[in-house]
């Protein structure tokens, strides 16, 4: 793929003979004003440096009556189907940008002390002195409404600069020029974007738009994808398999004033532009509005639209051909983690199982690993990777979103033998849908979708965050807790909005999603009596679909199943109840909290998991407290300590304390 991104000059137009064109022009001028000095008699000739400066340009009087082809001009002028006189226009407007003196030579000639030839000049050097022509031509033609040329100020219209759009004149004469206000995006390396993409370049619909790239007709490609550096590689990638240059920018393309620019650009360069959206909106600008609005009937070649998930609203005169979003299976994914981590290719398809992420994403993971590896003096294994790709992703976490980094094995977990199978089972997914679902084929026989759905129910306490935190560390992965107190709102449409941010969250990390306390997101939807009703049934409706749509693991957490709508229910792969734990549990619960090797002789753990039938959960803050008293009395954890740590959770509960049990011989308190 070719770009122009990083290279000083354009070969094919360093040496187009811009300069002797433009010399032709200075040599009508200089004719021009010699006619106006005869005919004023004046002694003077106001022309002579433009003379003088054409024939040194020139080199030869035949040079200076042969035009020479200028690739860069006549791209230019092709793209925007500019008339003869436009490119004189243009070429005139050029010519101070040529040399000190023919500037000088305009301030001298104008009456502002202006260095840029005015519309009157331009009428009596190019048009022939048709003055309502050049008012036409200045006003309304290609060249100005497409902003390659400017006629603008508060003079007389004869009297006003005629201007070539910024940096476009160093740019035909091949230099890398780009406007300084307009935000140029580097391009990716073409051989990760063909190891990440490759598979789905043979998608047909995708080799329909290969094809329609490779035609110059004025066309509109929209790439539709959340993530604009994932729009960005596959519009790379059909500009590398069409063999066609391309130039990307960020914009505010609702505003055609800040569109002009790139496409006068790009069209110079022989390049196909991508418009991504500006990282951030103009003041004023409301951000659930389009972020592309676009009018580019003047603009006759084809352009790649990145919304990223925003609206379009495109232009009616243009075709429009969708890019297929989907499509990127397995095979491309180890391929681009064996591209990004060439160290670790044995494990690319471990990799691709664990974290489905774009081959975009992969790509700049393997840059921070590479950079990382030459700081500390070894590669990075694949047990970094959940963390550089949390680096990577730059996440700006929203209010009641929280992401943690769990370290909880499943020795520390107690619960029935059947939740601890679901919960591994569920882990054991993330690693296998890419043989069931791809490799079986159960994603197209059996409508399968990616990823893992669990909801939680048991009362408080009996382990359901803590099982979600076991089952991220056994993942690999974080843990992105939802407070969904947090997260719904009375404002209509600012629930489903902080969800989104959840879940775009949770794919950006890779993480588990945890929505703890989502009773209200998935209650049962009710007839519609009024807005209310309305808003709560689409917040529950929203919430179904991106659950069906999110590739990684979740779990909707409830204390109250019966509230739950049958939808949600159907929607889950595993529904793990947990219960209050049993003697058994409660024993084990009560020896992995309390502090071995600092307890009292008369700590009877057997008599606290008999006398109190509480939840995990009460077990874990009575041992914390307990702890916390016996060691600012400077003991050992002692069974009166614990019993008073227990009867402050039961008066928590506003619940009646069953009494202390029997006391041994050897019990005491200090």
């Given at each position: 793929?070719?770009?122009?991104?990083?290279?000083?000059?354009?070969?094919?137009?360093?040496?187009?003979?811009?300069?002797?064109?433009?010399?032709?022009?200075?040599?009508?001028?200089?004719?021009?004003?010699?006619?106006?000095?005869?005919?004023?008699?004046?002694?003077?000739?106001?022309?002579?440096?433009?003379?003088?400066?054409?024939?040194?340009?020139?080199?030869?009087?035949?040079?200076?009556?042969?035009?020479?082809?200028?690739?860069?001009?006549?791209?230019?002028?092709?793209?925007?189907?500019?008339?003869?006189?436009?490119?004189?226009?243009?070429?005139?407007?050029?010519?101070?940008?040529?040399?000190?003196?023919?500037?000088?030579?305009?301030?001298?000639?104008?009456?502002?002390?202006?260095?840029?030839?005015?519309?009157?000049?331009?009428?009596?050097?190019?048009?022939?002195?048709?003055?309502?022509?050049?008012?036409?031509?200045?006003?309304?033609?290609?060249?100005?409404?497409?902003?390659?040329?400017?006629?603008?100020?508060?003079?007389?219209?004869?009297?006003?600069?005629?201007?070539?759009?910024?940096?476009?004149?160093?740019?035909?004469?091949?230099?890398?020029?780009?406007?300084?206000?307009?935000?140029?995006?580097?391009?990716?390396?073409?051989?990760?974007?063909?190891?990440?993409?490759?598979?789905?370049?043979?998608?047909?619909?995708?080799?329909?738009?290969?094809?329609?790239?490779?035609?110059?007709?004025?066309?509109?490609?929209?790439?539709?994808?959340?993530?604009?550096?994932?729009?960005?590689?596959?519009?790379?990638?059909?500009?590398?398999?069409?063999?066609?240059?391309?130039?990307?920018?960020?914009?505010?393309?609702?505003?055609?004033?800040?569109?002009?620019?790139?496409?006068?650009?790009?069209?110079?360069?022989?390049?196909?532009?991508?418009?991504?959206?500006?990282?951030?909106?103009?003041?004023?600008?409301?951000?659930?509005?389009?972020?592309?609005?676009?009018?580019?009937?003047?603009?006759?070649?084809?352009?790649?639209?990145?919304?990223?998930?925003?609206?379009?609203?495109?232009?009616?005169?243009?075709?429009?051909?969708?890019?297929?979003?989907t499509g990127v299976g397995k095979a491309d994914r180890r391929r681009a983690w064996s591209a990004a981590f060439p160290h670790l290719a044995a494990d690319a398809a471990q990799l691709?199982?664990?974290?489905?992420?774009?081959?975009?994403?992969?790509?700049?993971?393997?840059?921070?690993?590479?950079?990382?590896?030459?700081?500390?003096?070894?590669?990075?294994?694949?047990?970094?990777?959940?963390?550089?790709?949390?680096?990577?992703?730059?996440?700006?976490?929203?209010?009641?979103?929280?992401?943690?980094?769990?370290?909880?094995?499943?020795?520390?977990?107690?619960?029935?033998?059947?939740?601890?199978?679901?919960?591994?089972?569920?882990?054991?997914?993330?690693?296998?849908?890419?043989?069931?679902?791809?490799?079986?084929?159960?994603?197209?026989?059996?409508?399968?979708?990616?990823?893992?759905?669990?909801?939680?129910?048991?009362?408080?306490?009996?382990?359901?965050?803590?099982?979600a935190e076991a089952m991220a560390t056994a993942a690999g992965t974080d843990l992105l807790l939802v407070d969904v107190s947090q997260v719904v709102s009375k404002w209509i449409g600012?629930?489903?909005?902080?969800?989104?941010?959840?879940?775009?969250?949770?794919?950006?990390?890779?993480?588990?999603?945890?929505?703890?306390?989502?009773?209200?997101?998935?209650?049962?939807?009710?007839?519609?009596?009024?807005?209310?009703?309305?808003?709560?049934?689409?917040?529950?409706?929203?919430?179904?679909?991106?659950?069906?749509?999110?590739?990684?693991?979740?779990?909707?957490?409830?204390?109250?199943?019966?509230?739950?709508?049958?939808?949600?229910?159907?929607?889950?792969?595993?529904?793990?109840?947990?219960?209050?734990?049993?003697?058994?549990?409660?024993?084990?619960?009560?020896?992995?909290?309390?502090?071995?090797?600092?307890?009292?002789?008369?700590?009877?753990?057997?008599?606290?998991?008999?006398?109190?039938?509480?939840?995990?959960?009460?077990?874990?803050?009575?041992?914390?407290?307990?702890?916390?008293?016996?060691?600012?009395?400077?003991?050992?954890?002692?069974?009166?300590?614990?019993?008073?740590?227990?009867?402050?959770?039961?008066?928590?509960?506003?619940?009646?304390?069953?009494?202390?049990?029997?006391?041994?011989?050897?019990?005491?308190?200090?």
């Amino acid at each position: 793929m070719n770009s122009t991104r990083n290279s000083g000059r354009n070969t094919d137009a360093a040496d187009d003979g811009l300069s002797a064109r433009a010399g032709r022009t200075a040599l009508a001028l200089a004719g021009m004003l010699d006619d106006i000095s005869v005919k004023t008699g004046e002694t003077t000739r106001p022309g002579q440096f433009f003379r003088v400066w054409a024939e040194y340009t020139c080199a030869s009087p035949e040079a200076a009556g042969t035009p020479q082809p200028v690739p860069a001009l006549e791209r230019l002028a092709s793209a925007f189907a500019l008339t003869e006189l436009e490119v004189e226009l243009v070429l005139l407007a050029g010519l101070p940008h040529e040399h000190e003196g023919l500037a000088r030579t305009f301030r001298n000639l104008s009456a502002h002390d202006s260095p840029w030839p005015t519309a009157g000049m331009a009428a009596l050097a190019v048009a022939g002195g048709d003055r309502n022509l050049i008012r036409c031509v200045l006003s309304s033609g290609n060249a100005a409404s497409s902003g390659i040329l400017t006629c603008q100020g508060d003079d007389a219209f004869f009297e006003r600069p005629v201007r070539l759009g910024e940096s476009l004149w160093e740019a035909l004469h091949g230099t890398d020029a780009w406007p300084g206000a307009i935000e140029r995006v580097p391009l990716p390396d073409t051989a990760g974007i063909l190891a990440g993409l490759s598979g789905w370049l043979e998608l047909p619909g995708v080799r329909r738009c290969v094809m329609a790239l490779s035609n110059p007709a004025p066309r509109s490609l929209v790439v539709q994808e959340r993530d604009t550096e994932a729009a960005l590689w596959r519009a790379c990638a059909l500009a590398g398999r069409a063999g066609v240059r391309v130039v990307a920018a960020r914009c505010n393309p609702s505003d055609p004033a800040a569109l002009r620019p790139i496409l006068a650009h790009c069209a110079l360069r022989g390049a196909v532009p991508i418009l991504l959206p500006a990282q951030s909106l103009p003041n004023g600008a409301q951000a659930d509005a389009p972020q592309f609005n676009l009018t580019l009937a003047g603009y006759s070649g084809p352009v790649i639209l990145c919304p990223a998930g925003n609206g379009l609203v495109a232009d009616p005169r243009r075709p429009i051909l969708p890019v297929p979003s989907t499509g990127v299976g397995k095979a491309d994914r180890r391929r681009a983690w064996s591209a990004a981590f060439p160290h670790l290719a044995a494990d690319a398809a471990q990799l691709a199982a664990r974290h489905p992420v774009d081959p975009s994403l992969a790509a700049q993971i393997g840059v921070d690993a590479r950079d990382q590896a030459i700081l500390e003096g070894a590669d990075v294994e694949s047990g970094a990777v959940p963390h550089l790709i949390r680096a990577r992703s730059g996440v700006t976490l929203p209010a009641g979103i929280r992401l943690t980094e769990p370290n909880v094995p499943w020795t520390r977990l107690v619960v029935p033998a059947e939740a601890a199978w679901q919960l591994r089972d569920a882990v054991a997914r993330l690693e296998l849908q890419s043989m069931v679902l791809d490799d079986w084929g159960m994603r197209d026989s059996a409508r399968a979708a990616r990823g893992t759905r669990l909801l939680f129910t048991g009362p408080p306490g009996t382990g359901k965050t803590l099982a979600a935190e076991a089952m991220a560390t056994a993942a690999g992965t974080d843990l992105l807790l939802v407070d969904v107190s947090q997260v719904v709102s009375k404002w209509i449409g600012e629930t489903e909005k902080n969800l989104a941010a959840a879940f775009d969250v949770g794919e950006r990390t890779q993480a588990v999603l945890l929505l703890d306390e989502a009773d209200a997101l998935f209650a049962k939807r009710t007839d519609v009596s009024d807005a209310h009703d309305r808003h709560a049934n689409l917040e529950t409706s929203y919430l179904l679909q991106r659950l069906d749509q999110f590739d990684g693991l979740v779990i909707l957490a409830t204390n109250l199943r019966h509230n739950i709508d049958a939808a949600f229910v159907r929607r889950m792969d595993f529904v793990v109840d947990f219960p209050l734990p049993d003697l058994r549990g409660r024993e084990d619960l009560w020896s992995i909290h309390l502090p071995a090797g600092h307890l009292a002789p008369d700590v009877d753990i057997d008599a606290l998991a008999r006398l109190y039938p509480v939840p995990g959960g009460w077990i874990r803050n009575a041992a914390i407290a307990a702890s916390f008293v016996a060691a600012g009395r400077g003991s050992a954890v002692q069974q009166q300590h614990v019993l008073d740590a227990v009867r402050r959770e039961y008066s928590k509960a506003a619940l009646p304390f069953p009494g202390s049990p029997p006391r041994r011989d050897h019990d005491h308190y200090e």
